[in-house]
């Protein structure tokens, strides 16, 4: 695909989104030395947050979406999906196994199940090379570092979650349109931070089952919480 940019606001975008990630990083108080640890005063944070917003708009209108950059996306969506149908079957699973627990019975109608997919970042490995590094010119791997860590502090996760409680007779299926994109990788495509070429080298995904039980007992509450 023709790139509808010119080489001068290619560069000059570039130059805009280099100058934008130095700011993170020193907002974030960044050592590259280590992992960023997210303890940021609220002032500051708040600023880091507008500039990884201002980032992501710079990376997206960059991206012209390549035929690599597409092949990825349509990897990504196979990649997902399969993880997706591996989730709801590990779900029911759970869902069979706990129900099959009869000495459990008092907590059967107030435990709920969850599954939650979404990206880890766990060193450079994590974070995918592509052939259009150099055109974006962005620093991934430590941004992907930093965005990944502040999942915590998002009121909007890219995580993709799946809910089954125990009463319920029906499993929880897989439900993708043929020629939908799976909803995992639309949700990170949407996601407010993480731009289309951020989300297209991420490497690597898990998969977390919660279990959550709560029984009512004459003068005290007891909640068991299994991850």
Partial sequence: ?????????????????????????ETANWDDNYFYDGSL???????MIKLLR???????????YTENEIRRIEELDTILTNFMRQMYT????????????????????????????SYHYDGKHTVLKMVEDA??????????????????NLSYRSDFRAYRALTSQKPVVMKKKKHDLCPALL????????S?????????????????????LPGEKCVICLY
Avoid at 41 to 47: A, I, L, M, Q
Avoid at 143 to 150: G, I, Q, V
Avoid at 196 to 216: A, C, H, S, Y
């Fill in 90 to 117: 590990d779900l029911n699973n759970l869902h069979a196994e706990r129900i099959a627990m009869t000495d459990l019975e008092p907590y059967n109608y107030s435990t709920w199940l969850e599954a939650r997919l």
């Fill in 41 to 47: 005063p609220s002032e500051r944070y708040d600023k």
């Fill in 187 to 194: 949700g990170l495509l949407n996601h407010p931070i993480y």
């Fill in 196 to 216: 289309v070429p951020d989300v297209l080298r991420m490497n690597n995904f898990k998969v977390k089952m919660v279990m959550e039980q709560e029984r009512i």
């Fill in 54 to 64: 201002r980032r992501r708009k710079l990376l997206n209108w960059m991206c012209v």
């Fill in 135 to 152: 055109y974006y010119g962005s620093r991934f791997d430590n941004m992907l570092n930093l965005l990944n860590d502040e999942e915590a």
């Fill in 1 to 25: 695909m023709k790139n509808p940019l010119t080489k001068q606001e290619i560069a000059q975008l570039r130059k805009r989104l280099q100058a934008c990630e130095r700011r993170i990083k």
